[in-house]
């Protein structure tokens, strides 16, 4: 089976699929377009593209990763069976379009909700099958519901010897202030923790938090992970979708702390490896850490494993 893997894998986690599909016996071809720089030529080329994400609502940023997405189907020069797309919100939908010629079937996976990325809209009819990790956005839009997949799994040797009991590492954005408010409450409690703010502005340390500049890899947030005993995650104002800090967390078997208040609607929820917390008021109880986690049941585990979402994905 041909299978194209198209994505904007600026964290590294899409090539776990393209390589579980390899290892399935696929020809797969995976196009990031992350790597894809596009500049403006001129400076009046900026305003061109000022007035024509404003006025209609189109992106040259996103019709440049189109055509040269296109580029590189051209080049593979065999008729794929499937397409998987994942944040093609990032593209044209004229491109999006453009893809089916290449490709019996054409999926997408949007792990972002229509509020936050309101492009998603415009994306979806562009598929053959489109599915989500937005519970409301598959209602509104009769979508398939997924979730994220756990990439990673415990090491088969365990430590018990950790340099930081909590970790989280996000963007700076509205959650912030949240971030803030926990990390006061640990310093409270003479919890360690490590807490990484991505800032392109202004790199520094603000209260027991550390803001960054320059990207760190998914491998080197992995090291970070396993130095921790606790992952945090803190959900955008309006997203119900799982992050990927769920997922790790699940597959390294790590406890986690949230604010995400769907968590519970899940068939992996158990509140001794998983705290809830109100984000106006984040709370988090010594209690907490006093016990070991508890593993979850091997049929559910499963469900959530990269193994477990290809098979939904590709009905296999």
Not at 44 to 51: A, L, P, Q, V
Not at 94 to 110: A, P
Request: glycine fraction near 4%; charge should be positive; proline fraction near 3%.
């Amino acid at each position: 089976m041909r299978v194209t893997l198209i994505s904007f894998d600026n964290w590294g986690f899409n090539k776990h699929i393209a390589d579980a599909l390899e290892r399935k016996g696929y020809v797969v071809n995976h196009i990031d377009f992350h790597l894809f720089v596009y500049k403006y030529p001129d400076f009046y080329t900026k305003i061109y593209n000022f007035i024509l994400k404003n006025v209609l609502k189109k992106n040259l940023k996103n019709i440049y990763y189109g055509k040269e997405i296109i580029k590189k189907l051209q080049q593979i020069g065999e008729k794929q069976d499937l397409v998987l797309t994942i944040k093609g919100d990032f593209i044209d939908p004229k491109y999006l379009k453009e893809i089916k010629k290449y490709t019996q079937k054409s999926i997408g996976y949007f792990n972002d909700n229509s509020v936050r990325c309101p492009k998603i809209i415009k994306a979806i009819p562009c598929f053959d099958e489109v599915f989500s990790f937005e519970k409301e956005d598959c209602k509104k839009y009769n979508l398939n519901f997924l979730t994220n997949w756990i990439y990673v799994e415990a090491p088969t040797k365990t430590t018990t010897n950790f340099e930081y009991e909590i970790f989280n590492i996000s963007t700076k954005d509205k959650r912030l202030p949240i971030l803030f408010k926990i990390s006061k409450n640990l310093k409270d409690l003479k919890i360690d923790y490590k807490f990484l703010v991505l800032d392109k502005q202004k790199p520094t340390t603000k209260d027991g938090i550390e803001f960054f500049a320059n990207k760190i890899s998914l491998e080197e947030v992995s090291i970070l992970i396993a130095k921790s005993k606790t992952l945090l995650d803190i959900n955008r104002k309006g997203q119900k979708g799982l992050t990927f800090r769920v997922f790790e967390s699940l597959g390294l078997k790590k406890k986690l702390i949230t604010t995400n208040s769907d968590i519970v609607n899940y068939d992996f929820y158990n509140p001794n490896n998983i705290l809830l917390v109100d984000e106006n008021n984040p709370i988090i109880p010594l209690s907490f850490f006093e016990s070991a986690y508890v593993d979850i049941p091997e049929s559910i585990y499963r469900k959530y494993s990269l193994d477990g979402w290809i098979n939904q994905v590709f009905l296999l």
